[in-house]
Protein backbone atom coordinates (compact mmCIF):
# COMPACT_ATOMS: atom_id res chain seq x y z
CA UNK A 1 0.00 0.00 0.00
CA UNK A 2 2.89 2.27 0.49
CA UNK A 3 3.02 5.02 -2.11
CA UNK A 4 6.67 5.21 -4.32
CA UNK A 5 8.55 8.28 -3.81
CA UNK A 6 8.83 10.45 -6.02
CA UNK A 7 11.57 11.02 -7.97
CA UNK A 8 12.67 14.70 -8.67
CA UNK A 9 15.90 13.77 -10.29
CA UNK A 10 15.83 15.76 -13.64
CA UNK A 11 18.77 13.01 -15.14
CA UNK A 12 16.52 10.55 -14.46
CA UNK A 13 13.44 11.93 -16.14
CA UNK A 14 15.02 13.61 -19.24
CA UNK A 15 13.68 10.31 -21.14
CA UNK A 16 10.10 11.37 -20.80
CA UNK A 17 9.31 13.34 -24.25
CA UNK A 18 7.90 15.82 -22.68
CA UNK A 19 11.16 17.22 -20.81
CA UNK A 20 13.26 15.55 -23.69
CA UNK A 21 11.58 18.16 -25.83
CA UNK A 22 11.70 21.06 -23.60
CA UNK A 23 15.87 20.59 -22.50
CA UNK A 24 16.30 20.11 -25.96
CA UNK A 25 14.79 23.71 -27.05
CA UNK A 26 15.95 25.44 -24.10
CA UNK A 27 17.76 23.65 -20.84
CA UNK A 28 17.32 27.75 -19.02
CA UNK A 29 13.35 27.22 -19.43
CA UNK A 30 12.84 23.72 -17.65
CA UNK A 31 13.72 24.56 -12.84
CA UNK A 32 12.73 20.99 -12.48
CA UNK A 33 10.50 18.00 -13.37
CA UNK A 34 8.91 15.63 -11.05
CA UNK A 35 7.34 12.01 -11.68
CA UNK A 36 5.29 11.25 -8.67
CA UNK A 37 1.87 8.39 -8.05
CA UNK A 38 2.31 7.62 -12.06
CA UNK A 39 2.03 11.85 -13.01
CA UNK A 40 4.45 13.44 -14.60
CA UNK A 41 4.85 17.20 -13.30
CA UNK A 42 7.65 19.65 -15.43
CA UNK A 43 8.29 23.12 -13.89
CA UNK A 44 8.71 25.93 -15.89
CA UNK A 45 10.60 29.35 -15.89
CA UNK A 46 7.77 32.17 -16.06
CA UNK A 47 8.73 33.59 -18.84
CA UNK A 48 9.00 30.37 -21.30
CA UNK A 49 5.60 29.21 -20.53
CA UNK A 50 3.58 30.16 -23.94
CA UNK A 51 6.67 29.01 -25.95
CA UNK A 52 7.17 25.85 -23.57
CA UNK A 53 3.00 25.11 -24.35
CA UNK A 54 3.48 25.98 -28.30
CA UNK A 55 6.52 23.30 -28.35
CA UNK A 56 4.46 20.51 -26.75
CA UNK A 57 1.36 20.95 -28.50
CA UNK A 58 3.16 21.13 -31.72
CA UNK A 59 6.03 18.88 -31.44
CA UNK A 60 5.11 14.81 -32.91
CA UNK A 61 6.28 12.62 -29.79
CA UNK A 62 4.05 15.14 -27.67
CA UNK A 63 1.14 16.48 -28.92
CA UNK A 64 -0.49 17.62 -26.41
CA UNK A 65 -3.09 19.20 -28.43
CA UNK A 66 -5.66 19.26 -25.25
CA UNK A 67 -5.63 21.37 -22.40
CA UNK A 68 -8.02 19.68 -19.98
CA UNK A 69 -7.41 22.40 -17.14
CA UNK A 70 -5.71 25.48 -15.74
CA UNK A 71 -5.47 26.19 -11.85
CA UNK A 72 -3.91 27.50 -8.96
CA UNK A 73 -2.19 26.93 -5.49
CA UNK A 74 -1.62 29.49 -2.93
CA UNK A 75 1.34 28.09 -0.57
CA UNK A 76 0.89 31.36 1.91
CA UNK A 77 2.58 32.47 3.64
CA UNK A 78 5.98 30.71 1.51
CA UNK A 79 7.18 32.52 -1.44
CA UNK A 80 7.10 31.79 -4.12
CA UNK A 81 3.42 31.99 -3.25
CA UNK A 82 1.42 31.06 -6.22
CA UNK A 83 1.90 27.87 -8.44
CA UNK A 84 -0.12 27.71 -11.49
CA UNK A 85 -0.79 24.15 -12.84
CA UNK A 86 -1.68 23.54 -16.62
CA UNK A 87 -2.95 19.69 -16.99
CA UNK A 88 -2.10 19.00 -20.65
CA UNK A 89 -3.54 15.49 -22.72
CA UNK A 90 -2.76 14.25 -25.84
CA UNK A 91 -5.69 12.98 -27.63
CA UNK A 92 -3.43 10.61 -29.97
CA UNK A 93 -1.11 9.26 -27.40
CA UNK A 94 -3.69 9.46 -24.44
CA UNK A 95 -1.21 10.82 -21.93
CA UNK A 96 -0.79 13.88 -19.66
CA UNK A 97 1.48 15.70 -18.52
CA UNK A 98 1.23 18.41 -15.66
CA UNK A 99 2.97 22.39 -16.15
CA UNK A 100 3.88 24.32 -13.09
CA UNK A 101 5.14 28.31 -12.46
CA UNK A 102 5.81 29.56 -9.73
CA UNK A 103 4.81 33.08 -9.11
CA UNK A 104 5.65 35.50 -6.09
CA UNK A 105 3.03 36.89 -3.77
CA UNK A 106 3.72 40.30 -5.06
CA UNK A 107 1.73 41.40 -7.90
CA UNK A 108 1.74 37.74 -9.90
CA UNK A 109 1.29 37.53 -13.75
CA UNK A 110 2.19 34.91 -16.02
CA UNK A 111 1.34 35.04 -19.58
CA UNK A 112 -2.02 33.55 -20.96
CA UNK A 113 -2.09 30.55 -23.01
CA UNK A 114 -5.45 31.39 -24.76
CA UNK A 115 -3.31 31.59 -27.94
CA UNK A 116 -2.34 28.54 -27.61
CA UNK A 117 -5.62 26.66 -26.85
CA UNK A 118 -8.44 28.96 -26.63
CA UNK A 119 -10.20 26.60 -24.19
CA UNK A 120 -7.57 28.41 -21.37
CA UNK A 121 -10.44 31.75 -21.57
CA UNK A 122 -12.51 30.61 -18.98
CA UNK A 123 -9.71 28.87 -17.21
CA UNK A 124 -7.36 31.87 -17.08
CA UNK A 125 -10.79 34.29 -15.94
CA UNK A 126 -11.47 31.50 -13.41
CA UNK A 127 -8.09 31.63 -11.80
CA UNK A 128 -7.92 35.48 -12.21
CA UNK A 129 -11.29 36.01 -10.41
CA UNK A 130 -10.26 33.11 -7.16
CA UNK A 131 -6.35 33.99 -7.00
CA UNK A 132 -6.10 37.40 -8.91
CA UNK A 133 -3.72 35.79 -10.87
CA UNK A 134 -3.10 38.24 -13.95
CA UNK A 135 -2.73 36.67 -17.72
CA UNK A 136 -0.66 38.87 -19.73
CA UNK A 137 -2.40 39.00 -23.54
CA UNK A 138 -5.75 37.79 -22.12
CA UNK A 139 -8.29 39.06 -24.27
CA UNK A 140 -11.19 39.33 -21.85
CA UNK A 141 -9.91 39.28 -18.33
CA UNK A 142 -12.84 39.51 -16.46
CA UNK A 143 -14.44 37.85 -13.11
CA UNK A 144 -15.85 34.65 -14.22
CA UNK A 145 -17.77 33.81 -11.38
CA UNK A 146 -17.91 36.31 -8.56
CA UNK A 147 -19.89 39.08 -9.26
CA UNK A 148 -17.93 42.27 -10.67
CA UNK A 149 -17.86 44.32 -8.20
CA UNK A 150 -16.67 41.77 -5.61
CA UNK A 151 -13.18 42.54 -3.54
CA UNK A 152 -10.49 40.14 -3.05
CA UNK A 153 -9.96 36.88 -4.27
CA UNK A 154 -11.52 33.99 -2.39
CA UNK A 155 -9.40 30.55 -2.85
CA UNK A 156 -6.08 32.94 -1.58
CA UNK A 157 -5.44 31.07 2.29
CA UNK A 158 -5.16 34.53 3.63
CA UNK A 159 -9.06 34.91 2.58
CA UNK A 160 -11.47 33.86 5.42
CA UNK A 161 -13.24 30.28 4.90
CA UNK A 162 -16.61 32.07 6.88
CA UNK A 163 -17.74 35.08 7.89
CA UNK A 164 -17.66 38.64 6.87
CA UNK A 165 -14.53 40.38 5.58
CA UNK B 1 -7.71 30.32 -35.17
CA UNK B 2 -8.92 33.91 -35.57
CA UNK B 3 -12.16 32.57 -36.00
CA UNK B 4 -12.09 31.37 -32.13
CA UNK B 5 -11.86 34.68 -31.15
CA UNK B 6 -12.56 35.57 -27.09
CA UNK B 7 -13.52 39.05 -27.08
CA UNK B 8 -16.99 39.24 -26.58
CA UNK B 9 -17.28 42.78 -26.21
CA UNK B 10 -20.78 43.93 -27.06
CA UNK B 11 -21.11 47.41 -27.51
CA UNK B 12 -24.86 48.21 -28.23
CA UNK B 13 -27.04 49.81 -31.04
CA UNK B 14 -24.23 50.48 -33.98
CA UNK B 15 -27.59 50.97 -36.12
CA UNK B 16 -29.16 47.66 -35.76
CA UNK B 17 -28.07 45.21 -33.41
CA UNK B 18 -29.43 44.90 -30.26
CA UNK B 19 -28.61 43.29 -26.78
CA UNK B 20 -30.97 40.67 -25.65
CA UNK B 21 -31.02 38.95 -22.80
CA UNK B 22 -31.79 35.43 -21.98
CA UNK B 23 -31.91 34.64 -18.33
CA UNK B 24 -31.38 33.87 -15.89
CA UNK B 25 -34.35 32.97 -15.71
CA UNK B 26 -35.29 31.16 -18.89
CA UNK B 27 -37.04 27.55 -19.05
CA UNK B 28 -34.20 25.84 -21.84
CA UNK B 29 -31.09 27.45 -19.70
CA UNK B 30 -31.12 24.47 -17.56
CA UNK B 31 -30.77 26.73 -14.16
CA UNK B 32 -29.71 29.67 -13.89
CA UNK B 33 -27.25 30.89 -17.18
CA UNK B 34 -27.40 34.14 -18.49
CA UNK B 35 -26.60 34.41 -22.09
CA UNK B 36 -26.15 37.49 -23.44
CA UNK B 37 -27.05 38.00 -27.17
CA UNK B 38 -26.65 40.84 -29.91
CA UNK B 39 -29.00 39.83 -32.52
CA UNK B 40 -29.49 41.47 -36.02
CA UNK B 41 -33.09 40.60 -36.90
CA UNK B 42 -33.69 36.83 -36.28
CA UNK B 43 -29.71 36.32 -36.96
CA UNK B 44 -27.45 36.03 -33.91
CA UNK B 45 -24.32 38.96 -34.52
CA UNK B 46 -22.52 37.73 -31.06
CA UNK B 47 -23.16 35.65 -27.96
CA UNK B 48 -21.67 35.40 -24.75
CA UNK B 49 -22.49 33.39 -21.54
CA UNK B 50 -22.50 34.88 -18.25
CA UNK B 51 -22.41 32.24 -15.64
CA UNK B 52 -21.72 32.60 -11.87
CA UNK B 53 -25.33 32.58 -10.38
CA UNK B 54 -24.90 29.49 -8.84
CA UNK B 55 -21.09 29.71 -7.30
CA UNK B 56 -20.90 28.55 -3.99
CA UNK B 57 -17.79 27.96 -3.24
CA UNK B 58 -17.49 24.63 -2.81
CA UNK B 59 -13.56 24.35 -3.74
CA UNK B 60 -12.78 26.86 -0.55
CA UNK B 61 -15.40 25.00 1.37
CA UNK B 62 -13.69 21.67 0.87
CA UNK B 63 -10.45 22.74 2.02
CA UNK B 64 -11.64 23.35 5.51
CA UNK B 65 -12.98 19.56 5.71
CA UNK B 66 -11.76 16.00 6.72
CA UNK B 67 -11.00 14.06 3.33
CA UNK B 68 -14.27 11.76 4.28
CA UNK B 69 -16.44 15.18 4.84
CA UNK B 70 -15.66 16.47 1.23
CA UNK B 71 -17.32 13.25 -0.64
CA UNK B 72 -21.12 14.91 0.49
CA UNK B 73 -20.18 18.19 -1.33
CA UNK B 74 -18.78 16.73 -5.12
CA UNK B 75 -22.80 15.06 -4.81
CA UNK B 76 -23.98 18.58 -5.22
CA UNK B 77 -21.54 20.20 -7.88
CA UNK B 78 -23.16 17.85 -10.55
CA UNK B 79 -26.45 17.21 -9.42
CA UNK B 80 -27.22 14.96 -11.99
CA UNK B 81 -24.43 12.55 -12.17
CA UNK B 82 -23.42 12.55 -8.38
CA UNK B 83 -21.89 9.58 -8.11
CA UNK B 84 -19.57 10.20 -11.15
CA UNK B 85 -18.67 13.07 -8.70
CA UNK B 86 -17.98 11.11 -5.96
CA UNK B 87 -16.34 8.23 -8.02
CA UNK B 88 -14.13 11.09 -9.50
CA UNK B 89 -13.16 12.50 -5.86
CA UNK B 90 -12.60 9.31 -4.02
CA UNK B 91 -10.09 7.62 -6.66
CA UNK B 92 -8.37 10.54 -6.57
CA UNK B 93 -7.81 10.48 -2.66
CA UNK B 94 -7.07 6.96 -2.98
CA UNK B 95 -4.66 7.24 -5.33
CA UNK B 96 -2.68 9.86 -3.25
CA UNK B 97 -3.27 7.35 -0.39
CA UNK B 98 -2.15 4.11 -2.58
CA UNK B 99 -5.28 2.96 -1.48
CA UNK B 100 -5.77 -0.73 -3.55
CA UNK B 101 -9.42 -1.40 -3.62
CA UNK B 102 -11.03 -4.75 -3.64
CA UNK B 103 -12.88 -6.39 -7.16
CA UNK B 104 -16.24 -6.11 -6.18
CA UNK B 105 -15.79 -2.71 -4.70
CA UNK B 106 -14.37 -1.30 -7.75
CA UNK B 107 -17.57 -3.23 -9.67
CA UNK B 108 -20.56 -2.14 -8.09
CA UNK B 109 -18.92 1.69 -9.09
CA UNK B 110 -19.21 0.87 -12.25
CA UNK B 111 -22.64 -0.45 -12.44
CA UNK B 112 -23.54 2.62 -10.55
CA UNK B 113 -21.80 4.65 -12.48
CA UNK B 114 -23.14 3.52 -15.55
CA UNK B 115 -26.89 3.56 -14.01
CA UNK B 116 -26.07 7.40 -13.09
CA UNK B 117 -25.09 7.91 -16.82
CA UNK B 118 -28.16 6.36 -18.05
CA UNK B 119 -30.14 8.55 -15.32
CA UNK B 120 -28.32 11.62 -16.24
CA UNK B 121 -28.62 11.23 -19.73
CA UNK B 122 -32.41 10.12 -19.85
CA UNK B 123 -32.91 13.85 -18.03
CA UNK B 124 -30.66 15.47 -20.65
CA UNK B 125 -32.86 13.60 -23.57
CA UNK B 126 -36.10 14.71 -22.04
CA UNK B 127 -35.41 18.24 -21.22
CA UNK B 128 -33.40 19.07 -24.63
CA UNK B 129 -36.23 17.62 -26.41
CA UNK B 130 -39.33 19.57 -24.42
CA UNK B 131 -36.78 22.44 -25.35
CA UNK B 132 -37.30 22.02 -29.06
CA UNK B 133 -40.90 21.07 -28.82
CA UNK B 134 -41.36 17.15 -28.39
CA UNK B 135 -43.19 17.18 -25.33
CA UNK B 136 -43.57 13.32 -24.48
CA UNK B 137 -40.33 12.23 -24.60
CA UNK B 138 -39.70 14.00 -21.27
CA UNK B 139 -42.56 11.77 -19.84
CA UNK B 140 -41.39 9.03 -21.63
CA UNK B 141 -37.61 9.61 -20.47
CA UNK B 142 -38.49 10.24 -16.83
CA UNK B 143 -40.49 7.07 -16.21
CA UNK B 144 -37.61 4.81 -15.98
CA UNK B 145 -35.54 7.46 -14.80
CA UNK B 146 -38.11 6.88 -11.33
CA UNK B 147 -36.79 3.50 -11.95
CA UNK B 148 -33.23 4.14 -11.39
CA UNK B 149 -33.89 6.77 -8.59
CA UNK B 150 -35.51 3.90 -6.75
CA UNK B 151 -32.57 1.79 -7.07
CA UNK B 152 -30.08 4.72 -6.28
CA UNK B 153 -32.55 4.75 -2.87
CA UNK B 154 -32.44 1.14 -2.31
CA UNK B 155 -28.54 0.98 -2.35
CA UNK B 156 -27.97 4.39 -0.70
CA UNK B 157 -30.76 5.46 1.12
CA UNK B 158 -30.92 8.69 -0.89
CA UNK B 159 -32.58 9.23 -4.75
CA UNK B 160 -30.31 11.92 -5.86
CA UNK B 161 -27.43 12.94 -3.61
CA UNK B 162 -26.20 9.34 -2.65
CA UNK B 163 -22.91 10.01 -1.57
CA UNK B 164 -22.62 6.26 -1.89
CA UNK B 165 -19.02 6.36 -3.07
CA UNK B 166 -16.29 6.37 0.11
CA UNK B 167 -12.84 7.03 0.66
CA UNK B 168 -11.69 2.99 0.38
CA UNK B 169 -14.71 1.38 -0.74
CA UNK B 170 -18.78 1.98 -0.85
CA UNK B 171 -20.63 2.67 2.25
CA UNK B 172 -22.74 -0.31 2.30
CA UNK B 173 -23.41 -3.72 1.06
CA UNK B 174 -26.96 -3.70 -1.71
CA UNK B 175 -29.83 -4.41 0.06
CA UNK B 176 -31.03 -8.20 -0.99
CA UNK B 177 -32.83 -8.36 -3.87
CA UNK B 178 -30.53 -5.26 -5.03
CA UNK B 179 -29.31 -7.02 -8.27
CA UNK B 180 -32.49 -8.54 -9.26
CA UNK B 181 -34.07 -5.34 -9.61
CA UNK B 182 -30.84 -3.93 -11.73
CA UNK B 183 -31.21 -6.90 -14.00
CA UNK B 184 -34.84 -6.52 -14.54
CA UNK B 185 -34.01 -2.70 -15.58
CA UNK B 186 -31.76 -3.75 -17.59
CA UNK B 187 -33.59 -6.28 -19.37
CA UNK B 188 -36.50 -3.79 -20.31
CA UNK B 189 -34.09 -0.33 -21.02
CA UNK B 190 -33.32 -1.13 -24.47
CA UNK B 191 -37.06 -1.79 -25.68
CA UNK B 192 -37.16 1.70 -24.13
CA UNK B 193 -34.55 3.36 -25.84
CA UNK B 194 -36.29 1.70 -28.99
CA UNK B 195 -39.29 4.30 -27.39
CA UNK B 196 -37.47 7.66 -27.49
CA UNK B 197 -35.74 6.96 -30.77
CA UNK B 198 -39.01 6.07 -32.05
CA UNK B 199 -40.65 9.47 -31.18
CA UNK B 200 -37.48 11.17 -32.43
CA UNK B 201 -34.76 9.64 -35.04
CA UNK B 202 -36.48 9.93 -38.51
CA UNK B 203 -39.03 12.09 -36.94
CA UNK B 204 -38.81 15.03 -39.79
CA UNK B 205 -39.74 18.22 -37.39
CA UNK B 206 -36.93 16.56 -35.01
CA UNK B 207 -34.45 16.15 -37.84
CA UNK B 208 -34.82 20.13 -39.05
CA UNK B 209 -34.57 21.40 -35.59
CA UNK B 210 -31.56 19.46 -35.00
CA UNK B 211 -29.64 18.54 -38.71
CA UNK B 212 -26.72 21.00 -39.38
CA UNK B 213 -27.66 23.19 -36.51
CA UNK B 214 -24.91 24.63 -34.24
CA UNK B 215 -21.86 22.69 -36.42
CA UNK B 216 -18.93 22.89 -34.47
CA UNK B 217 -15.68 21.24 -36.41
CA UNK B 218 -13.39 18.50 -34.79
CA UNK B 219 -10.46 20.91 -34.98
CA UNK B 220 -12.70 23.59 -32.52
CA UNK B 221 -13.84 21.65 -30.33
CA UNK B 222 -10.36 20.31 -29.54
CA UNK B 223 -9.02 23.82 -29.35
CA UNK B 224 -12.03 24.69 -26.85
CA UNK B 225 -11.40 21.89 -24.53
CA UNK B 226 -14.51 20.35 -25.32
CA UNK B 227 -14.98 16.63 -24.44
CA UNK B 228 -17.47 13.84 -23.85
CA UNK B 229 -20.57 13.74 -26.57
CA UNK B 230 -20.02 17.36 -27.57
CA UNK B 231 -16.14 16.41 -29.25
CA UNK B 232 -17.34 12.91 -30.16
CA UNK B 233 -20.49 14.76 -32.04
CA UNK B 234 -17.88 15.91 -34.50
CA UNK B 235 -16.10 13.09 -34.74
CA UNK B 236 -13.23 12.45 -32.39
CA UNK B 237 -12.87 9.03 -31.10
CA UNK B 238 -11.79 9.92 -27.24
CA UNK B 239 -13.40 8.33 -24.21
CA UNK B 240 -11.64 8.33 -20.97
CA UNK B 241 -13.40 4.91 -20.08
CA UNK B 242 -11.58 3.29 -22.64
CA UNK B 243 -8.26 5.42 -23.14
CA UNK B 244 -7.50 5.85 -19.57
CA UNK B 245 -9.12 3.24 -17.32
CA UNK B 246 -9.99 3.46 -13.99
CA UNK B 247 -11.62 1.68 -11.17
CA UNK B 248 -11.83 -1.42 -13.18
CA UNK B 249 -13.14 -0.54 -16.68
CA UNK B 250 -10.49 -2.68 -18.62
CA UNK B 251 -12.89 -5.46 -17.77
CA UNK B 252 -15.57 -4.29 -19.79
CA UNK B 253 -16.19 -4.62 -23.44
CA UNK B 254 -18.21 -1.75 -24.88
CA UNK B 255 -18.31 0.78 -27.98
CA UNK B 256 -17.55 4.50 -28.09
CA UNK B 257 -19.97 5.59 -30.06
CA UNK B 258 -18.87 8.25 -32.71
CA UNK B 259 -20.78 10.79 -35.09
CA UNK B 260 -19.33 12.81 -37.80
CA UNK B 261 -21.92 15.40 -38.46
CA UNK B 262 -20.87 17.87 -35.60
CA UNK B 263 -24.56 19.28 -35.16
CA UNK B 264 -27.16 19.00 -32.27
CA UNK B 265 -28.33 15.87 -34.48
CA UNK B 266 -24.71 13.97 -34.05
CA UNK B 267 -24.18 14.59 -30.51
CA UNK B 268 -27.62 13.50 -30.11
CA UNK B 269 -26.69 9.89 -31.82
CA UNK B 270 -23.97 9.92 -29.52
CA UNK B 271 -25.84 10.15 -26.45
CA UNK B 272 -28.75 7.94 -27.06
CA UNK B 273 -25.74 5.37 -28.63
CA UNK B 274 -24.47 5.81 -25.25
CA UNK B 275 -27.65 4.78 -23.18
CA UNK B 276 -27.53 1.47 -24.98
CA UNK B 277 -23.93 0.89 -24.25
CA UNK B 278 -24.09 1.96 -20.80
CA UNK B 279 -27.25 -0.42 -20.63
CA UNK B 280 -24.35 -3.56 -21.69
CA UNK B 281 -22.16 -2.28 -19.27
CA UNK B 282 -24.51 -2.73 -16.36
CA UNK B 283 -25.64 -6.29 -17.52
CA UNK B 284 -21.42 -7.09 -17.63
CA UNK B 285 -21.11 -5.79 -14.72
CA UNK B 286 -24.12 -7.95 -13.11
CA UNK B 287 -22.86 -11.20 -14.65
CA UNK B 288 -19.34 -10.76 -13.48
CA UNK B 289 -19.86 -9.08 -9.97
CA UNK B 290 -17.51 -10.66 -7.87
CA UNK B 291 -17.51 -12.00 -4.13
CA UNK B 292 -15.89 -10.13 -1.72
CA UNK B 293 -15.65 -7.95 0.70
CA UNK B 294 -16.95 -3.97 -0.21
CA UNK B 295 -14.14 -2.20 1.55
CA UNK B 296 -10.21 -1.60 1.49
CA UNK B 297 -8.80 -3.62 4.53
CA UNK B 298 -7.02 0.06 5.81
CA UNK B 299 -8.48 0.49 9.43
CA UNK B 300 -7.16 3.79 9.65
CA UNK B 301 -9.00 5.29 6.55
CA UNK B 302 -12.25 3.05 6.12
CA UNK B 303 -15.12 2.99 8.93
CA UNK B 304 -15.03 -0.27 10.33
CA UNK B 305 -18.62 -1.96 10.05
CA UNK B 306 -20.71 -1.18 12.60
CA UNK B 307 -20.99 -4.94 13.91
CA UNK B 308 -17.30 -4.49 14.65
CA UNK B 309 -17.55 -1.29 16.36
CA UNK B 310 -19.82 -2.27 18.89
CA UNK B 311 -17.87 -5.31 19.36
CA UNK B 312 -14.15 -4.66 19.47
CA UNK B 313 -12.03 -2.02 21.01
CA UNK B 314 -9.97 -1.74 18.03
CA UNK B 315 -12.51 -0.99 15.62
CA UNK B 316 -14.01 1.27 18.28
CA UNK B 317 -11.38 3.32 18.53
CA UNK B 318 -10.41 3.63 14.82
CA UNK B 319 -13.71 4.43 14.40
CA UNK B 320 -13.61 7.32 16.71
CA UNK B 321 -10.28 8.88 15.44
CA UNK B 322 -11.45 8.74 11.61
CA UNK B 323 -14.53 10.42 12.78
CA UNK B 324 -12.73 13.19 15.20
CA UNK B 325 -9.68 13.51 13.77
CA UNK B 326 -9.95 12.21 10.44
CA UNK B 327 -6.40 10.46 8.98
CA UNK B 328 -4.05 12.32 7.35
CA UNK B 329 -3.23 11.93 3.79
CA UNK B 330 0.64 11.61 2.33
CA UNK B 331 2.26 14.81 1.20
CA UNK B 332 1.66 15.33 -3.01
CA UNK B 333 -0.86 15.89 -5.73
CA UNK B 334 -3.17 13.70 -7.90
CA UNK B 335 -5.16 14.27 -11.05
CA UNK B 336 -7.86 11.98 -11.53
CA UNK B 337 -9.94 12.44 -14.76
CA UNK B 338 -13.12 10.45 -15.65
CA UNK B 339 -15.75 10.21 -17.83
CA UNK B 340 -18.82 11.90 -16.90
CA UNK B 341 -21.61 11.78 -19.00
CA UNK B 342 -20.58 15.36 -20.17
CA UNK B 343 -17.01 14.63 -20.95
CA UNK B 344 -14.01 15.08 -18.88
CA UNK B 345 -14.68 15.53 -14.88
CA UNK B 346 -11.38 16.02 -13.64
CA UNK B 347 -10.42 16.04 -9.65
CA UNK B 348 -7.02 17.80 -9.01
CA UNK B 349 -6.24 17.04 -4.69
CA UNK B 350 -3.47 18.48 -3.26
CA UNK B 351 -2.19 17.43 0.01
CA UNK B 352 0.12 18.86 2.26
CA UNK B 353 0.41 15.53 4.65
CA UNK B 354 -2.89 16.35 6.93
CA UNK B 355 -5.93 15.17 7.27
CA UNK B 356 -7.16 18.45 5.44
CA UNK B 357 -6.69 18.43 1.35
CA UNK B 358 -4.64 21.69 1.06
CA UNK B 359 -6.70 22.40 -2.18
CA UNK B 360 -9.34 20.88 -4.06
CA UNK B 361 -10.10 21.80 -7.73
CA UNK B 362 -12.83 20.17 -10.12
CA UNK B 363 -11.96 20.31 -13.66
CA UNK B 364 -15.84 20.80 -14.89
CA UNK B 365 -16.68 19.47 -18.35
CA UNK B 366 -19.31 21.66 -19.01
CA UNK B 367 -17.33 24.34 -17.88
CA UNK B 368 -15.19 23.95 -21.20
CA UNK B 369 -17.93 22.72 -23.42
CA UNK B 370 -19.67 25.65 -22.63
CA UNK B 371 -16.66 27.81 -24.09
CA UNK B 372 -17.69 26.20 -27.69
CA UNK B 373 -21.66 28.11 -27.41
CA UNK B 374 -20.30 31.48 -29.59
CA UNK B 375 -18.04 28.89 -31.61
CA UNK B 376 -21.62 27.00 -32.26
CA UNK B 377 -23.97 29.79 -32.96
CA UNK B 378 -22.60 33.16 -34.21
CA UNK B 379 -24.11 33.75 -37.33
CA UNK B 380 -27.33 31.37 -37.09
CA UNK B 381 -30.88 32.18 -35.91
CA UNK B 382 -32.23 32.58 -31.79
CA UNK B 383 -33.85 29.47 -32.05
CA UNK B 384 -31.24 27.68 -32.72
CA UNK B 385 -29.85 29.13 -29.25
CA UNK B 386 -31.76 26.72 -27.31
CA UNK B 387 -31.13 23.56 -29.45
CA UNK B 388 -27.30 24.51 -29.23
CA UNK B 389 -27.56 24.93 -24.93
CA UNK B 390 -29.52 21.71 -24.84
CA UNK B 391 -27.17 19.62 -27.27
CA UNK B 392 -23.87 20.82 -24.90
CA UNK B 393 -25.91 19.20 -21.88
CA UNK B 394 -24.71 22.01 -19.08
CA UNK B 395 -25.48 21.52 -15.93
CA UNK B 396 -25.10 24.83 -13.87
CA UNK B 397 -24.14 23.41 -10.89
CA UNK B 398 -21.16 21.53 -11.92
CA UNK B 399 -19.84 24.93 -14.01
CA UNK B 400 -20.66 27.82 -11.21
CA UNK B 401 -19.08 25.45 -8.44
Redesign the interface.
Known sequence: ???AP?VTDLEQLKNHPAVARLLAWNAAAVVGAKF??E?M?VYVERPFLREACVLLRDDSDCAF?????V?C??WYPSEPRFEV?Y?L?S?PR?E?V?LKVKLSGDAPAVESV?SV???????ER?VFD?FGIRFTGH??LR?????EDWEGH??RKD?P?EGYR | ?AH??????LEPGQDKTLILNMGPQHPSTHGVLRVILEIDGENIVRIMPD??YL?T?I???C??KFYQQVVPLTDRIDYLCPLTNNLCYVLAVE??????LPAKAQWLRVLMNELTRINSHLVWLGTHAMDIGAMTVFLYCFREREDILRLFEAASGQRMMTSYFRIGGVALEPPIGFFDRVRDFAKRFPACVDEYENLLTNNPIWGMRTKGVARITAEDA????A?GPTLRGSG?D?DLRR??PYSGYENFKFKVPVSTGGDVFARYMCRVQELRESNAIVQQALDGMPEGPIKAD?PKVVLPDREKMKTQMEALIYHFKIITEGFAV?E????Q?VESPRG?M?Y?V?SDGTAKP??V?M?AAC??N??TLPAMCEGKLIADVVAAIGSIDIVLGEI??
Do not use: C
Open positions: MPVADRETNFLSDTVDVHFIKRRTWPAANYFELPYRLLMPPLYV | MLSTTPVIGHGEKTEAKLLGLEIALGSVLDAAPGEVYAEGYVYRHRLAMQDR
